[in-house]
């Protein structure tokens, strides 16, 4: 169907452009295939700073309309009941709208406050899903050592809950990111019209894989708790046990924001084989070269959009389980699953020594993710039965 003529509004936490960390390429790639499928599209974008010029324009390349808003963080809003996820994103509430919208498609619970804008006209709502919310900073709780900041992670979990009891009540239609969140709130909720709805793929190709020198890879976002502790994990009980392999190497990337890494380069100084690069501009070349990707991670929730990432530039992965929840990837055929350190290591050390192996693992893995992640195709059949059938919001 095309829809042509169709008005959508796209509420987004984050300015979506330039796609350089998981839920940015997520919502870009998603705005994209809605521009390639004809909708007319608004955006209303929440930022802490003005974007470039030059990113606003690529924008507007798929986006008729983009709009601002202010994003503030309030020590007053400690004590409100919605997460201060949310709160920062108040002005959301009496942003201008002025315009009959089709759809509103809300990229996170996160956006709520538009909900509270009087000023907003659509005939249906739908709701990104990107994580379970609640369990996601539950398990950003259970990777924080005491202090303020796993208080801070407890409430935010317990706000969430909260919000996620109003959400029910106003938006009935969602796009769950993760397969096995999506199962869960169909069962438990008998009110949602949902789907599941894989992340877009970064530019909808694959990068053939192909056997490599002995490079393993880690890409993910320093500053995230739960990544630092996965990286620690690996480094401190994978790494030593790879370290008779001829050639081998470990390289992690990420954007560390500003933050103090001295916690990664005090463990990276122990070793010789062991590359760190802060906020790179172009993580490509390091897809070119490594041979093994990374997901260590012991917390989480929602998809990890590192593994897909790594799956489409051609490497296989090797994950711990919540490293590969939600992605419908199976263990022993598209990714090797591992939460023993060494089962883990033997793993990596079997692509390492056998590329071959590794070259048969990605491509069972892309060829999984081009049958079952076609965004054009499933957004295309959600919508058609929105407005032809008129489930409202």
């Not at 705005?31 to 007319?40: A, D, N, P």
């Not at 690529?58 to 709009?67: D, G, H, L, N, T």
């Not at 693992?361 to 965004?375: C, E, P």
Request: hydrophobic share 40%; net charge positive.
């Amino acid at each position: 169907m095309n829809f042509a003529g169709k008005k959508m509004l796209v509420v987004s936490p984050d300015f979506p452009y330039p796609p350089n960390h998981g839920g940015r390429v997520d919502i870009w790639n998603r705005i994209r295939t809605l521009h390639h499928l004809g909708f007319e599209i608004d955006l209303i974008a929440t930022v802490k700073t003005p974007p470039h010029p030059d990113d606003i324009r690529q924008v507007k390349s798929c986006v008729k309309k983009v709009i601002c808003c202010p994003r503030r963080n309030r020590l007053i809003d400690m004590c409100s009941r919605l997460p201060l996820q949310s709160r920062s994103r108040k002005k959301l509430s009496n942003i201008p709208c002025d315009t009959d919208y089709d759809l509103v498609l809300l990229e996170t619970e996160y956006v709520y406050s538009i909900l509270a804008n009087k000023n907003l006209r659509a005939k249906s709502l739908v709701l990104r899903v990107q994580n379970d919310e609640e369990k996601y900073f539950r398990e950003l709780c259970g990777s924080t050592g005491l202090g303020p900041r796993k208080l801070y992670y407890l409430l935010e979990a317990l706000r969430f809950s909260h919000l996620w009891r109003l959400i029910l009540r106003r938006v009935p239609n969602m796009m769950f990111i993760s397969s096995d969140e999506f199962q869960v709130a169909m069962q438990k909720y008998k009110n949602i019209h949902g789907i599941f709805l894989p992340p877009a793929i970064s530019n909808g190709s694959f990068v053939p894989p192909l056997p490599k020198a002995r490079k393993v890879l880690f890409v993910g976002s320093f500053f995230m708790v739960n990544n630092r502790e996965g990286l620690l994990w690996y480094l401190q009980n994978i790494h030593p046990r790879l370290a008779d392999i001829d050639g081998y190497e470990f390289h992690a990337a990420g954007n560390s924001r500003g933050q103090n890494l001295q916690w990664l380069y005090d463990q990276a100084e122990r070793y010789d084989n062991i590359k760190i690069y802060d906020s790179p501009e172009d993580i490509k070349p390091l897809y070119r070269d490594c041979a093994v990707f990374i997901n260590p991670m012991l917390h989480g929730a929602g998809v990890k959009l590192k593994t897909i990432e790594a799956i489409r530039n051609g490497l296989p992965v090797i994950s711990t389980t919540i490293g590969n929840q939600g992605t419908g990837l199976i263990d022993s055929r598209d990714i090797l699953v591992s939460d023993v350190p060494d089962n883990y290591a033997d793993h990596v050390r079997a692509i390492l020594l056998n590329p071959d192996k590794g070259v048969e693992l990605n491509l069972s893995a892309q060829r999984f993710i081009a049958d079952n992640y076609d965004q054009e195709k499933i957004l295309s059949e959600f919508f058609e039965n929105l407005l032809r059938k008129g489930i409202k919001a």
